[in-house]
């Protein structure tokens, strides 16, 4: 029988946590999916895993291996494969709760407006054992700036004159819901950014061209938490100048297809552009060799808005003694793993290669 439902988890290295996030495939009320499990050139205790579900339950459960390594190439070979009309996205380390098929499948195979069903979620200690916090919106990053992305966000829409921009939203991949459609004629992920990090951002932006979101304001999935051992794996590669490009491949992206046709536009685009100098401004400020760039990134967002009092409070902070930097440029727990200082590449990233043109400076 051809399932309704496939579900895509990509596995890597997850090792025995992917036995849990299998499991609560099967536990799932809604009984007409399908799992593919996507091989994305796992080590051989996780892939060993793998393979011993899909022989003992092979009406229901297949691998596929994809080779180009990243999440973005993975998930998008699941929907490519997927027998299913409608597509589920979850990780090799969450897990479902039993009703969160079912609860997805419900709303927007009623609702044909809609292009995404997302839902919130548990936070799960790493160890599996702890709820350390209920009912957290559908979006995982737990920035306190996201308020402020989804609005610059939302209104890049404006000149679109969509009838559902008031269902705007960001959601992290692990708890789409999609029609396999629609994600075709969107384009799937991007693969340039590849292995991960902003995709869930422009994936959301092409999907809400073709309908609206909606968010079902329960926990439908637990979100399990890293410790330092997976913190380093995953992050083993992450430096500054790794998120510097994600950063410059989103706004060059945003701008391609949102703001170089679309004069309106323009002043949202500034905006964005002085967020994020001011943001990262402040991010360098923590190492003592990055204040002089991070300074004059922040100078630049003060150049660019300079309406907005939070950048000229942030400028003025720079001028203050290193000792206190620690108290005015640091960022919360989310981003407490010190990423590698890249001093040249940070300097070359100081002219974004799109709009808004800026006055050009090299900092020696």
């Known amino acids: ?15 025995s946590l992917l036995a849990p996030s299998i499991d609560s495939v099967l536990s799932q009320t809604f009984v007409e999916w399908e799992l593919v499990l996507i091989d994305n050139n796992a ?42 009309e409608f597509i589920a996205f979850t990780d090799g380390d969450d897990l479902m709760k039993p009703e969160r098929l079912k609860r997805q499948y419900e709303i927007l195979s009623s609702r044909p407006e809609l292009s995404i069903v997302a839902c ?141 046709d679309y004069p309106d536009n323009h002043p949202v685009f500034q905006s964005l552009l002085a967020f994020h100098l001011n943001n990262f401004g402040c991010y360098l400020m923590r190492f003592s060799h990055g204040k002089k760039i991070g300074s004059f990134w922040i100078r630049r967002a003060v150049f660019l808005k300079p309406e907005d009092l ?13 000792r206190t930097h620690h108290r005015y440029f640091d960022f919360p727990e989310e981003r407490q793993e010190e990423l590698e200082f890249d001093r040249i590449y940070a300097n070359r990233f100081c002219n974004l290669k799109f709009y808004p043109p800026e006055p050009k400076g090299k900092i020696e």
């Open 1 to 15: 029988m051809k399932p309704i439902i496939s579900v895509i988890l990509p596995f890597y290295r997850e090792g």
């Open 120 to 260: 919130h979620y548990d936070l799960l200690s790493h160890d599996g054992q702890t709820v350390l916090e209920k009912n957290c919106p559908g979006f995982t990053y737990g920035s306190k700036n996201i308020l402020e992305w989804k609005s610059y966000l939302k209104a890049l829409f404006h000149p679109f004159h969509l009838q559902h921009i008031e269902s705007f939203d960001l959601f992290g991949s692990p708890f789409l819901f999609f029609r396999k459609e629609v994600a075709l004629k969107a384009g799937l992920m991007d693969k340039r950014f590849n292995p991960r990090d902003l995709e869930d951002f422009e994936f959301c932006m092409r999907m809400f061209e073709l309908g609206g979101f909606d968010l079902i304001p329960e926990a439908l999935q637990f979100y399990r938490t890293e410790n330092a051992e997976t913190r380093k794996n995953k992050h083993k590669d992450k430096h500054t100048k790794m998120t510097l490009d994600k950063l410059q491949t989103f706004l060059t992206v945003l701008w391609e297809r949102y703001g170089r």
């Open 310 to 322: 939070r950048y000229w409070k942030s400028y003025i902070k720079t001028f203050l003694p290193k």
């Open 43 to 84: 080590s051989e205790e996780t892939r060993h895993i793998a393979r011993d579900y899909a022989n003992s339950c092979p009406e229901k459960i297949r691998i596929i291996h994809e080779p180009e390594q990243g999440v973005i190439s993975a998930r998008n070979t699941g929907v490519l494969q997927a027998r299913g």
